[in-house]
Structure formats: C-alpha cells, structure tokens
C-alpha cells in the first residue's frame, strides 16, 4: 500500500500498520523493526520517496533503537526535505528517554545552521535539548549565539548556561554585554549560579567605571560574596555585597 498512487491509501495503510504497535511486545517490536529496515533497503522503496517516508515514519512509531544507524542516515543534506523531517522526527521519537548517542550529535548538531528551520532545525533542536553535550561543543555553541534563529541562539545559551566551565562562563559574559535583551536576561541568571563567575566577574567589578554597570555586576557577584578576597573589595561594593 506505500506504493499506492493514492496518497490517502498511503495514510490509511501508515495508520492501519502504526495501530498495531500498541498491543506488540518488546521482542515484536524489534523484529518488525528489523523487517521494516530490510523493507527500507529494498530497490522500490529508495526508488519512491513517499514509501520512503511513510516507512521512516512507521520506524518512528516502532522507535526501537535498532533504528537509529539508519534513520540517521536519512537526515543527510542530499536527502529531500520531506525525508529528513520525517527521519528527524523519528529519530526524536526513537531517543524519547534515551541518552542521545555522540554519533548522533556530531551528525546532527551542524544542521542548526539549515536554512531550512521547520524541516530540519527545529526537529534537531528538539533532540539536542535532550543531549548532554561534552564541553568540546562550546566554542561552537558560542558561534551560534549569534546565529540566525532565536530558537537557537536561546538553545547555545542554555547549554552554555547548564555547563560549570570556565570558557562558557566567558561566552556567558559576552552574551550579558550583547544586543539582545532575552539573552542577556537568560545569561544573568546563569552566571549568577556559575561556580566560575567569581573569578571573572571580579576584574571587571573592580575596573568599572559606569555606576549602572558596575551595580549590574554586583547583582551577579553577590550570590558569591564569600569566595571573595574582602582585601581586594572596595568599601562601597562591600556594603553592596553585605545588603539583603
């Protein structure tokens, strides 16, 4: 029925197939997912995108592990762009509650910069919120601040925000003295709980001049006041630190 011209055939044959998922056991559904693959592999179906992707869309039901090798190699960028968001989406469903493999992100992690957002950024956003990236990521997580889309300019900072290192601790800082409000606001909040703050909020706390920033900067020092060295602390900053 993946082969019928009719497209509404196609549907009801993906919803025929997809309402029997429920009722499978885990060993059933590992070996449908097997069988599906193979299917996947076959000439008729590389040869049709719509059995293509109804078949990508079933493995997304199925969201058997297994599944992952091949349903990331349907995200490629020579793939067609209905392909890769309905690979994506299943590939989001397959990782519902799984750790998201580091193949996985390094495949997928360049697609923040698609062009295409609905397709392919936004189905990848929704993975990589999910991902624990390893500190490796940060400088680009520091590029993409400055990306194209808010979504993922807000997703660089949450990353950069949930890390405790020093380096995303200084994107941080870049980010609190840049142009958009919503990120400023959002790297605040990150640096107040930073671990790596203190050292670098320090300098810049004692060299500022403008009153306006330098009560910013004592806002985000506060929270770590007792790591401070109080010999190195001016008098008035000091009575700013000290009030509720």
């Known amino acids: 029925f993946f082969f019928d011209p009719s497209f509404e055939v196609v549907k009801m044959a993906g919803r025929a197939l997809r309402g029997e998922i429920s009722a499978m056991t885990p060993a059933e559904k590992k070996a449908a997912t097997r069988v599906t693959l193979s299917f996947l592999k076959s000439r008729p179906v590389r040869d049709s995108r719509a059995a293509t992707n109804s078949t990508l869309i079933y493995l997304g039901y199925l969201a058997h592990t297994d599944a992952i090798p091949a349903l990331l190699g349907y995200t490629s960028v020579d793939r067609f762009r209905s392909t890769r968001r309905h690979a994506l989406g299943s590939l989001r469903n397959t990782l519902l509650g799984e750790t998201v493999p580091a193949r996985v992100m390094e495949t997928i992690f360049p697609y923040l910069d698609d062009p295409d957002f609905e397709s392919v950024v936004a189905p990848t956003l929704a993975i990589l919120e999910k991902a624990s990236l390893p500190t490796g990521y940060e400088r680009e997580l520091r590029r993409l601040v400055g990306g194209r889309y808010p979504q993922v300019r807000q997703f660089a900072v949450r990353k950069l925000a949930s890390s405790r290192t020093k380096t995303s601790a200084e994107a941080l800082l870049d980010v609190m003295e840049g142009k958009h409000e919503e990120l400023r606001r959002s790297a605040v909040r990150a640096l107040k709980n930073s671990p790596q703050a203190p050292s670098l909020l320090r300098p ?41």
């Open 204 to 244: 810049r706390l004692l060299t500022e001049k403008d009153p306006d920033r330098a009560w910013a900067l004592v806002h985000l020092v506060k929270p770590h006041a007792d790591s401070l060295k109080p010999a190195r602390v001016p008098d008035w900053i000091k009575t700013k630190l000290e009030m509720d």
